[in-house]
């Protein structure tokens, strides 16, 4: 493990190599310079490793105080420890408050630098390791780890990556488990909000009465139970985004509240009197036809619209079955790490399977079949057909499609199935694609028996 490094500035050489060889003693590496233009020059060579700053308040080319925001903007990531020889109060006040991690008076005993010096290396080795996650979680949610290529999912990428940057409300429509989630998460990823809360909340998990009192929440007294004051989701995702799933479960007293906060960024906590103020980017889900359903009475027509600023279609998996195969090795690979297996790969009935099944539950469902079939497979074994549930070892044969028939019958044949396939058998969205009526497409799906494949 690397010796951890400090950065000490200060102009009076004897003293500063004292404090280094005592800090060398310690098991540090410490880089040194004698003001602060050579100071800052070492910084900026050297940002990636310095985790402490030690910089003498008096140096002949500035003030400690005054470079403080000069070093943390060289070096985010570490902490800052003022020296002086005549310590003043409103000083230390001072350099505290702009955010120096301690104020010390140099003569002091080195015990006390020493102690000080292992607690501001601790924070900083922490801070990076909580930045390097965040990173690593940042990666995790972007457009670049989704995995596949097919058309569909390219398609639905590239709108998301135009929307992501604006502060437009979204409302993200797909069946469920067609990872609505990873694309509002990916949106926040990609947006300026980036570093702020997602909160993501299920609006089908909680009953009625308490999805109200969780987005909004409430003030002491507010109702029997409520002893203490209670922050909502909305305001612990200040600043960021609010992922709201399955949003046609609402409740319409609900969805009138909600619709304010989409107007004025401001709401009224259940027994509260005055507005609290938000600043929230809302992405929304859905696997409903809410415009239908604010046609029939279901939901709010004037929250749709509000809602449906940008409207996006998450293509289910069989929309998209060239991604089956990549996401199954991706899928298999992560299983077989946690299980602590070598599973390297698939015998290619099992991956024709795979490609074969039309996945109504989408990549939820495909998830949930590899992490089976990872349990059962063998170690050092490919992934065989028996390896996967009953439902894959009876799949009927493929109809053999002849790309080279081109008669006007066998082009609209395999266009009107795309279609479908894109819109996750939605007949109206189909029709209104295709340019045709709903009967009209109904007749052709008889005609060509795509409602039997």
């Known amino acids: 493990m690397p010796q951890p490094t400090l950065l000490l500035i200060d102009d009076e050489n004897r003293l500063r190599q004292v404090l280094a060889r005592v800090l060398e003693l310690e098991g540090y590496a410490v880089l040194q310079a004698p003001d602060a233009r050579r100071g800052m020059q070492t910084l900026a060579e050297h940002a990636a490793d310095i985790l402490v700053i030690l910089s003498d308040v008096k140096l002949p080319d500035g003030n400690g105080v005054a470079l403080l925001p000069r070093y943390q903007a060289a070096a985010p990531l570490a902490e800052i420890i003022l020296l002086t020889a005549y310590g003043t109060v409103p000083d230390g006040v001072q350099a505290m408050k702009q955010g120096a991690f301690d104020y010390l008076t140099k003569g002091d005993s080195d015990d006390q630098l020493v102690v000080v010096v292992a607690r501001a290396v601790e924070k900083a080795q922490l801070r990076r390791r909580v930045a390097e996650l965040e990173k690593q979680v940042g990666q995790q949610y972007t457009f670049d780890a989704m995995i596949g290529h097919s058309a569909a999912l390219t398609k639905a990428k590239t709108l998301a990556e135009r929307v ?110 005055k507005p609290t103020k938000v600043n929230v980017r809302l992405v929304a889900a859905t696997n409903r036809n809410l415009r239908q359903e604010a046609a029939e009475g279901h939901f709010r027509p004037d929250l749709y619209y509000r809602l449906s600023v940008f409207e996006l279609a998450v293509p289910p998996l069989s929309a998209r079955p060239d991604d089956v195969a990549p996401l199954a090795r991706h899928f298999l690979q992560v299983f077989a790490a946690k299980l602590r297996k070598r599973l390297p790969g698939f015998e290619p009935e099992a991956l024709a399977r795979l490609a074969r099944y039309p996945w109504p539950g989408n990549v939820r469902e495909l998830k949930n079949v590899l992490e089976r079939a990872a349990i059962l497979a063998f170690d050092n074994q490919p992934l065989t057909l028996d390896d996967l549930p009953p439902e894959f070892q009876h799949l009927p044969a493929p109809t053999p499609a002849d790309p080279s028939d081109r008669s006007l019958r066998a082009v609209e044949a395999r266009h009107i199935g795309q279609v479908l396939r894109e819109t996750s058998g939605n007949k109206m969205e189909a029709a209104r694609h295709l340019g045709i009526g709903v009967k009209t497409l109904y007749r052709k799906i008889e005609e060509y028996g795509l409602g039997r494949k």
């Not at 300026?192 to 909160?199: A, E, H, I, Y």
């Not at 109200?212 to 409520?226: D, Q, V």
């Not at 989409?262 to 027994?271: D, P, R, V």
């Open 164 to 273: 992501a940057p604006t502060a437009s409300t979204v409302l993200l429509e797909g069946p469920t488990g067609a990872g609505k989630e990873l694309f509002a998460q990916a949106i926040h990823q990609a947006s300026p909000r980036r570093g702020k809360p997602f909160v993501a909340v299920n609006c089908s998990a909680f009953p009625k009465d308490l999805l109200e009192s969780e987005l909004f929440g409430y003030k002491r007294g507010a109702f029997t139970g409520a002893l203490a004051n209670k922050k909502g989701l909305l305001e612990e995702a200040n600043g960021g985004t609010l992922f709201l799933d399955e949003i046609g479960e609402l409740d319409l007293a609900v969805q009138a509240k909600f619709l304010r906060v989409l107007e004025t960024q401001e709401f009224t906590k259940l027994g509260d009197t």
